[in-house]
């Protein structure tokens, strides 16, 4: 693997991260009214974020051990 696909891994890791806290929080914003198509939109992104996240993990997890330290810092930064 060359370091440009290992940091390209770690990126797709880091963004989808914080695209799902950032959800995560609008969808919490609702308050348990799960009513309407403004929370069904954001239920749908919900579910690409998260597929998107899962495959970046996935991803992260075949990363060579030579990138891990890079991968583990760039993880305490999200």
């Known amino acids: 693997m060359n370091n ?4 390209q891994i770690i990126i ?5 991260a914080k695209a799902l806290r950032e959800n995560t929080a609008a969808v919490m914003s609702f ?7 403004d929370f ?5 992104e919900r579910d690409m974020i998260y597929h998107r996240w899962q495959n970046a993990a ?3 997890r075949e ?6 330290s890079l ?3 760039a993880i305490d930064h999200i």
């Open 4 to 7: 440009q696909k290992a940091i």
């Open 12 to 16: 797709n890791y880091t963004e989808s």
């Open 31 to 37: 308050n348990g009214s799960v009513q309407g198509s």
């Open 40 to 44: 069904e939109a954001l239920w749908r």
């Open 58 to 60: 996935a991803s992260l």
């Open 63 to 68: 990363l060579p051990t030579e990138y891990m």
């Open 71 to 73: 991968a583990i810092s």
